[in-house]
C-alpha cells in the first residue's frame, strides 16, 4: 500500500513500519479509556488501526485527547509498536500493531454522533441521515463492492474489444415509449431525462461496432417498492455482428463469471463483514423461454403463471428456486417475451414473431438485466414504429444509422444498484443505492422540502 505525499502513512501500511515512526491521518472511529492510558480506533480510507495514548509518553499529547470523540478529524505522529502476543486482533489486518502516540492534532472537531455508526437503523433514520450513515464499516463495504461491480464491468468488456462511450442524460425523445419519463423545459422546446441510453448505444454499433456505457437513468413510474428506484445506474452494452440474442447472453455470463472471481480475489475483508456468499456461475447459465418457464411455475408450485405476458415478482422467485434446486445455479435466463410487451426495436423470432428474441437474466429470484437482439433492418423498424403508433420525425436522428447500413446486433441492461443488492444481501434496494431518489425522497423527505 503505497504512502502519500508529505510522509503520511496509510493505515493499512503500518503492520510493515514495525519500530518506525508514522504520520497516519483520519477519523476517530472509538475512543476507549482505560485508567490513565486513552486508546482510539483511527479509520481512513484503507482500514483502521489502534493508537494509544500514554501520558508519560506525551502529556501534551493526553490532554488533547480527553477532549476527543467519534468523527474526530486527526494528525497523528508516533511510533509503530508491536500488540502484545494476547492482545492481537486478528479480525483485523492491523490487528498486530499499534501506534504509540507522541504527538496528537486535532484538524477538525465533530458533533457528537445522533447514533453509533455500525448499529442498525430503520430505513427512514437511515436515509435521512445518509451522509453520516455511509461512513459506517457494513455501508463501505457495500459501496467498494458497488464500485468494484462496475469496475469489473468496464475491465470485461474492454478486454473483449467493447468502446466506452457516454451517453445523454437529456434527450427528445423517450427510448422505450409510454407516458413514464420525465419531462424537461428545454428553452423553448420539449425534452426529457434519458429512460436509457438504448438508441445511442445503437447508434455507436455502427461506429465502433462493440461499445459500453455506464450511465444513469430515470424512470418516471410512481412505485414505492423495495427493488424500484427512479433514478439507477444502468451497465449498457452493444455489440455487432451477433448470430442471435444468445451471443449477447454468453458475454453477460462470462462478465458474471469475472465479477464473481475478482470479488472473490480482491474484496476479502468486505466480503467477510457482509458475511456475503458469492455465487458460482455456471459455465452455461439455464436458459428457458418464457412458456417453458411458466409450464413449469405451473406444474411445480401449483400457481397460474402460463398464459401471462412476464413473469411477475413472486414468478421470478419461483423459477429461481427451482433452478438453484435442479442445477445448483442462483442464475436463469428466461427468453422469448412476447413482441407485444417487448419496445419497437425488439427482434422477433423468425419462427415464432408473437415472440421476441429477448431474454431476462434473474438472479436470487429478481431481474437484474434485460436484453436481446435488435431491430437492424431500416424498413422494418419503420414498420414497427407505425406498429407501436409512433412518428417517424420523432426517431429520424436514430434511423439515421439504420438508413446507411447497421449490422446484426444486440445487447443488455443491468441495473448496477439491484445487482448490488442482491450481492450483498439487503433487503431493500434504496440500502444498495448512493442518495436514492424515489417518488417520495430527493434526499430529504419530498415532505420536508420547502420548494
Not at 60 to 77: D, F, G, M, N, W
Not at 215 to 231: D, F, G, I
Not at 297 to 303: A, C, N, Q, R, V
Not at 340 to 354: A, G, L, S, V
Amino acid at each position: 500500500m503505497p504512502s502519500d505525499k508529505n510522509l503520511r502513512t496509510l493505515v493499512l501500511d503500518t503492520p510493515n513500519k514495525i519500530g518506525q515512526k508514522v504520520k497516519i491521518c483520519g477519523w476517530v472511529d472509538v475512543r476507549r479509556d482505560h485508567g490513565k492510558l486513552i486508546f482510539l480506533d483511527v479509520r481512513d480510507r484503507t482500514g483502521i488501526v489502534q493508537a494509544v495514548i500514554n501520558p508519560k509518553v506525551s502529556a501534551e499529547a493526553h490532554k488533547t485527547a480527553q477532549e476527543l470523540r467519534s468523527e474526530y478529524v486527526l494528525e497523528i505522529q508516533g511510533k509503530v509498536n508491536p500488540r502484545p502476543e494476547n492482545l492481537i486482533n486478528a479480525k483485523m489486518a492491523t490487528g498486530t500493531v499499534e501506534i504509540e502516540v507522541a504527538d496528537l492534532k486535532i484538524l477538525v472537531r465533530a458533533e457528537a454522533l445522533p447514533f453509533e455508526l455500525d448499529t442498525a437503523l430503520n430505513i427512514d433514520t437511515y436515509l435521512d441521515n445518509q451522509p453520516l450513515a455511509l461512513r459506517s464499516r457494513k455501508n463501505q463495504a457495500i459501496f467498494r463492492i458497488q464500485s468494484a461491480i462496475a469496475q469489473s464491468f468496464r475491465d470485461f468488456l474492454s478486454g473483449q474489444d467493447f468502446t466506452e462511450f457516454q451517453a445523454p442524460k437529456i434527450v427528445a425523445q423517450a427510448a422505450e415509449g409510454g407516458a413514464e419519463v420525465f419531462k424537461v423545459d428545454y428553452f423553448d422546446h420539449k425534452a426529457y431525462l434519458a429512460q436509457s441510453p438504448q438508441l445511442y448505444k445503437q447508434i455507436m454499433v455502427g461506429v465502433f461496432e462493440r461499445v459500453f456505457t455506464v450511465t444513469s437513468v430515470y424512470r418516471a413510474e410512481p412505485h414505492s417498492t423495495t427493488r424500484h428506484l427512479n433514478e439507477y445506474v444502468s451497465l449498457d452494452m452493444e455489440m455487432g455482428f451477433i448470430k442471435d440474442h444468445t451471443d449477447v447472453m454468453n458475454v453477460l455470463n462470462g462478465w458474471m463469471t469475472s465479477l464473481t472471481k475478482l470479488l472473490r480475489k480482491n474484496n476479502v475483508s468486505d466480503l467477510a463483514l457482509l458475511g456475503m456468499e458469492l455465487p458460482m456461475v455456471p459455465k452455461k447459465i439455464p436458459m428457458f423461454k418464457l412458456k417453458e418457464a411458466q409450464k413449469i411455475i405451473d406444474k411445480k408450485y401449483g400457481t397460474k403463471a402460463t398464459g401471462l405476458p412476464d413473469l411477475d415478482p413472486e414468478h421470478e422467485r419461483m423459477i429461481c428456486k427451482y433452478v438453484q434446486e435442479k442445477f445448483n445455479s442462483e442464475f436463469a435466463f428466461i427468453t422469448h417475451y412476447p413482441t407485444k410487451k417487448r419496445p419497437f426495436y425488439t427482434y422477433p423470432d423468425e419462427d415464432d414473431p408473437e415472440t421476441t428474441k429477448s431474454f431476462d437474466l434473474l438472479f436470487r429470484g429478481v431481474e437484474i438485466t434485460t436484453g436481446g437482439q435488435r431491430i437492424n433492418d431500416y424498413e422494418q423498424l419503420l414498420a414497427n414504429i407505425d406498429k407501436w403508433g409512433y412518428r417517424h420525425e420523432n426517431f429520424s436522428f436514430y434511423l439515421e444509422a439504420f438508413k446507411y447500413g447497421m449490422p446484426p446486433e444486440g445487447g443488455c441492461a443491468t441495473g448496477l444498484e439491484r445487482l448490488t443488492q442482491k450481492l450483498v444481501g439487503v433487503d431493500n434496494i434504496k440500502l444498495a443505492t448512493l442518495f436514492p431518489r424515489d417518488m417520495n425522497r430527493i434526499d430529504l423527505s419530498l415532505g420536508k422540502l420547502k420548494l
